[in-house]
C-alpha cells in the first residue's frame, strides 16, 4: 500500500489530454480473494490494485491461518490445509465487503463466525438475503456478541429465488454452493461483470457453473476444488471517474484497458451530454468538446448505471446546461456529497431518492469532506473545472478504492495533490 493520505487537493486548470491507466477492479479482487478460502494451495491473481480494501482482506485472510503477499500488482495467497473460520471484528467493521467470507468458509469448514459488516456510511445495506439464500441451502444462523455464527453440517443444492439481484448475496451463494451436493440455481441473480470474474475463476478451480452474467446461475456441487491463478478484470467505476473528470475539466484522454462492454450504458448516457465516446483497441477513447447538456439518469442494477457512478454524474453535471435530475433506486442515504458540492457553488436539490441538478457555469473551489470513497473522487474531479482550490478532507476513503488517484490524474494535466 502506498503512504497514507488525509487530503487531497485540486486546483482547477485546463482541459486533460492523454492516456490513463485503470487498475484491477476493487469489487471483483476482494471476492476473488475470500474465494481462495474453498481450496488448499497456492493461488496468483495478477492486476490487483495496491489499495487500502485489499490490505484489509489480506489481513482478514491471514486471521484465517492463510499468507498473503505483494509483488507489484500480483498477489500471492498460500491457504493452508486448515484454516480458522472467523473474520473478526476489528478487520470486518472496516470494510463491508468483507461478508462475503461467509459462504466459502461455510462451504469449507461447515461452519463460519464473521462480525457483523462496516464500510462506507451511506445506509443501511442489510444482508437478510445473504442469510435467506445460505439457510435455503441448509445453514442454520444465530447470532451472539456482535457476530453472526453460520454452520451446516451438510449443504444441499436447491433453487434459491433472490428478491432483487444482490450482488453480495449471489456471491456468497455462488461460493457456498460450489461445493454443495447436488444442484443449485439461483434466480433473479446479480448480472455484474465481476459476478462473470468471480464464476471464472472458480470454473479454473474446478468448479461447475454455468450461466453466469445472466439472471440464472447453475451451480453443480463438487467434491472439491483446487487452488488455481486468475488475472482480475479491469476497474469499470475507476474507469468512470476518468470519463467523467474530462466531461468535466474538458479535453481528450483514452482509459487505457477499461471495457466499453462494461459500462455501455453509461457511455451512452455520457453521449447523450455531447461527450464522444468510443470503444478503442486500447480501452475507451473520450472527448469532451466544451460545455456538456444535462440528462436524466437513474441508477439501476447490472446492465444499467451502476449506483457507484452516480456520483461522478451529479458532479458533471453541476455544470452542464439546463437540468438534470439523478434518481437513486437501489440505496439510502447515498446524497451526502451533495452538501459537499454545494459548498462549492453547485445548484443542486434533493428530494427523496431524487436529485435535481441546475447545471452553473463554473463551481467554486472550497474545503470539502469525503463520506465515502466514490463521493470523495467526485468531490476530487468537480474540483477540476472549479475555480481556485478544492480540499477534501477524510480523503483515505478514496484511498480505500483508487491507487494512485491524484498520480493518475496528474498524468492527464490535472493538477492534484496529497498530503
Known amino acids: 500500500m502506498g503512504p497514507s493520505i488525509s487530503r487531497i487537493t485540486v486546483t482547477g486548470g485546463g482541459p486533460l489530454n492523454g492516456i490513463v491507466p485503470v487498475g484491477g477492479a476493487k469489487n471483483s479482487v476482494l471476492k476473488l480473494m475470500a474465494a481462495t478460502l474453498l481450496a488448499e494451495g497456492t493461488y496468483h491473481l495478477d492486476n490487483v490494485p495496491r489499495i487500502t480494501d485489499v490490505d484489509l482482506m489480506s489481513d482478514l485472510l491471514r486471521a484465517t491461518g492463510c499468507q498473503v503477499w505483494f509483488d507489484e500488482h500480483r498477489l500471492t495467497i498460500d491457504v493452508p490445509a486448515v484454516i480458522e473460520p472467523i473474520a473478526p471484528y476489528e478487520i470486518v467493521e472496516q470494510f463491508r465487503a468483507s461478508i462475503v467470507v461467509m459462504g466459502p468458509m461455510l462451504a469449507r469448514c461447515g461452519e463460519a463466525q464473521v462480525a457483523m459488516p462496516g464500510g462506507d456510511d451511506f445506509g443501511p445495506r442489510p444482508i437478510d438475503m445473504h442469510v435467506r439464500g445460505l439457510q435455503e441451502l441448509g445453514a442454520e444462523f444465530e447470532t451472539s456478541h456482535g457476530y453472526l455464527k453460520v454452520r451446516a453440517d451438510r449443504l444441499v443444492g436447491t433453487t434459491v429465488v433472490l428478491e432483487f439481484p444482490s450482488v453480495g448475496a449471489t456471491e456468497n451463494l455462488l461460493m457456498a454452493a460450489v ?104 480501452g475507451i477513447w473520450a472527448m469532451a468538446p466544451g460545455r456538456l447538456r444535462a440528462v436524466d439518469c437513474q441508477s439501476l442494477p447490472y446492465p444499467g448505471i451502476a449506483t457507484d457512478f452516480k456520483p461522478f454524474v451529479v458532479s458533471l453535471l453541476a455544470t452542464s446546461i439546463g437540468v438534470g435530475i439523478v434518481t437513486e433506486n437501489l440505496f439510502s442515504g447515498r446524497f451526502r456529497y451533495v452538501d459537499e458540492l454545494r459548498r462549492m457553488g453547485a445548484d443542486i436539490s434533493t428530494d427523496s431518492h431524487h436529485a435535481v441538478i441546475r447545471g452553473v457555469p463554473q463551481l467554486s473551489g472550497a474545503p470539502v469532506r469525503a463520506h465515502d470513497i466514490r463521493a470523495g473522487a467526485a468531490l476530487v474531479i468537480a474540483g477540476l473545472a472549479a475555480d481556485g482550490e478544492t480540499v477534501v478532507s477524510d480523503a483515505e476513503h478514496v484511498a480505500r478504492g483508487y491507487e494512485d488517484l491524484a498520480g493518475k490524474l496528474n498524468g492527464i494535466g490535472a493538477s492534484v495533490v496529497v498530503s
Open 179 to 282: 461445493l454443495a451436493s447436488g444442484t443449485t440455481i439461483i434466480e433473479n441473480a446479480a448480472r455484474e461483470p465481476e459476478i462473470v470474474d468471480l464464476c471464472e475463476m472458480l470454473n479454473t478451480m474446478g468448479a461447475k457453473i454455468r450461466g453466469s452474467g445472466s439472471p440464472t446461475i447453475a451451480i453443480d456441487g463438487v467434491a472439491e476444488l483446487h487452488a488455481a491463478d486468475h488475472r482480475v478484470i479491469p476497474d469499470r467505476i475507476e474507469a468512470a471517474t476518468y470519463l467523467c473528470a474530462v466531461g468535466i475539466a474538458g479535453g481528450e484522454i483514452t482509459v487505457g484497458g477499461a471495457r466499453h462492454e462494461h459500462m455501455a450504458m453509461l457511455c451512452q448516457k455520457l453521449g447523450e451530454t455531447g461527450m464522444r465516446i468510443s470503444h478503442d483497441p486500447n
